[in-house]
Every structure is written in structure tokens, then in C-alpha cells.
């Protein structure tokens, strides 16, 4: 069955930058002094992976760049100086607790919920360090739903009128840790959309199965679990089993295709391959079946639709 390209989802992003100046360091930032990467081109290399992965179907611009020259405020008041964390940082200990950041804050410092209301941006990327208290996905709105995190309650000040996610990424590591909060979201949304759904009906937990927890009945598997996967993050497992993954490349016309796999096909262990390659078995038509959406992506990176 032939099905139709859907059209792209043009998605506009909010990106803030906290990344501070310390002057100890020569008046480096945060991530030069430490040898981290560059928040601005890690935003650039997402944006390209995220539209491979989806067949071009998932097209982020951003809409707006903050950089701030402070650290973020965590959810009980307290907020690191350079040198307080530079202390931290070095003992690899002592960093604050509760970490979480302040979510509300951060949405009425930056007057997120009026540019979501108008159409001015879709979602927030948040990009931080290690310890500055982000998860790696949360949703808020009306409506929102578990998105690798508890949905974000409504705060003081104007309600947002339709859901957004808020990514956090941390420069510290790469763009495959990107996609991997990426497929966290995945796992959280699409999983949600096929709530209810029960057996082979269930196409996500289809999708999902690997080798150790369903023996030769392996499909794509998990963010963290390979087809073929002994443990977490296990993507260089070496081992050969059978798997379906094939197969959904010819979503919805299954044809029972079964083929011996191994981390070869997903890069070796590299987590950016292996979760682009992962990424790029998502069914990705204009329609629906069975009351579920042929285009995950829409599930995914549209959750306000």
C-alpha cells in the first residue's frame, strides 16, 4: 500500500544559554575554560541530525537566542557564582541539592508562555552544564502529559493555551546525547499515543522489542537497548540475533522480513549512529490507521497538534 508524504512540521525554537563568564579563567565562558562544546554549534548539528532522522519531515528553526552570563536558579533559590561551582566542579563533590532548577522562573524571566500563546515559538531548548538542574525533556500546557518527566504544573502569571516541550541539554557532552533526549521524549509520547491499544496492535511495543527481554523476536528496540543489547546503553554488543527492524521500512505493509543483526548496522557502538539509526525506523506517512497517526513524528515533535 502506497501511503503519501506528510507535509514538513515547521517547529520554532526558544534557545537559552546559560553560560557565564569567568573571570578567573582569562573571561573565558564556562564551556572554553572547561573544554566543552560550543552551545551554538551543537544547536546547529541537532538541527541537521533531527531532519535526517525524519526524512526532512521534522524541520527546526530558532527563533529567538538568549545567552546568559549567570547560572540558572534552582528551585529552592540558590544559584551558583563561577566560583562556587569551579569549586564543586574540581572536588567532583558538594554540588547543590535539590538540583532542580526553577522551572517557573525560568518561564516568566524569559516571558516563554506569551511567545507560546502567539505562535512565536513551539518549544524551549534550554542549555546548561552538568549539575545545572534540567531534565532532559519536560511538557507544560494544558493537557500536558509525561514527557521523561512530570508535566510541568501551571504557575503565576499568563497560562500557556497549548503544550510545549522544554529540552535540556547540557554542552558538556555531544550531539548524540541530544538525540538521546530526543528519543527519550520519543519513548514517552509515542508510547502514550498507544495507550490502550493491546497485542500486535500495540505498534510501539512491537517496535520496541529487543532480544533479551523477547527472545528472536527482536525489532528496533529501545533508546537504550539495541535489538541485540545485553544491558543499558549496550550498543556495541557484538552479537548476532534476529530482529524485524528491517521491516519497518515497509510500514504499514509488513511483510514478516526477519534478518540477523549486529552493531555493525548501527554504528559500532557510537550512540549518535545508533540513535539516528534508530530514529530513522519510525513510520513517517501522511494518514492514519487504526486511530493512531501513520507519522510518529507528529506525536514527537508536535505535541500541541
Not at 541539592?97 to 515559538?121: C, T
Request: aromatic content about 14%.
Amino acid at each position: 500500500m502506497a501511503l503519501a508524504n506528510p507535509e514538513p512540521l515547521q517547529r520554532r525554537a526558544l534557545v537559552i544559554i546559560h553560560d557565564p563568564v569567568l573571570q578567573a579563567q582569562g573571561g573565558r565562558k564556562l564551556h572554553q575554560a572547561l573544554g566543552w562544546n560550543d552551545p551554538d554549534d551543537l544547536a546547529r548539528r541537532y538541527i541537521a541530525d533531527v531532519e535526517t532522522a525524519s526524512y526532512g519531515l521534522a524541520r527546526y528553526s530558532i527563533s529567538q537566542r538568549i545567552e546568559v552570563d549567570g547560572f540558572p536558579v534552582k528551585s529552592d533559590g540558590f544559584a551558583y557564582t563561577p566560583e562556587s561551582f569551579m569549586a564543586c566542579w574540581r572536588a567532583g563533590r558538594g554540588f547543590h541539592n535539590p538540583d532542580g532548577v526553577d522551572y517557573q522562573r525560568l518561564l516568566r524571566e524569559f516571558d516563554v508562555i506569551p511567545q507560546v500563546n502567539s505562535g512565536k515559538i513551539d518549544e524551549v531548548w534550554l542549555f546548561g552544564f552538568p549539575y545545572a538542574g534540567y531534565y532532559e525533556s519536560i511538557m507544560a500546557g494544558p493537557g500536558a502529559v509525561w514527557c521523561n518527566a512530570p508535566p510541568l504544573p501551571a504557575g503565576p502569571g499568563p497560562r500557556a493555551n497549548r503544550r510545549f516541550v522544554i529540552m535540556g541539554f547540557n554542552y558538556e557532552r555531544g550531539v548524540g546525547e541530544m538525540l538521546e533526549d530526543l528519543g527519550h521524549r520519543a519513548e514517552s509520547l509515542v508510547s502514550h499515543a498507544f495507550e490502550g491499544a493491546r497485542g500486535e496492535a500495540n505498534l510501539w511495543e512491537r517496535f520496541t522489542r529487543y532480544d533479551q527481554k523477547f527472545p528472536g523476536r527482536a525489532e528496533c528496540g529501545t533508546v537504550h537497548f539495541a535489538p541485540n543489547s545485553l544491558r543499558d546503553y549496550d550498543w556495541g554488543q557484538t552479537r548476532t540475533v534476529p530482529s524485524r527492524c528491517e521491516d519497518w521500512y515497509n510500514y504499514p505493509d509488513f511483510k514478516g522480513t526477519v534478518r540477523q543483526v549486529t552493531s555493525s548496522e548501527w554504528g559500532g557502538g557510537d550512540i549518535r549512529l545508533h540513535h539516528l539509526w534508530w530514529l530513522r525506523h519510525f513510520p513517517h506517512w501522511a494518514g492514519s490507521a487504526g486511530g493512531r497517526l501513520n507519522n510518529w513524528w507528529d506525536y514527537v515533535i508536535a505535541p500541541d497538534k
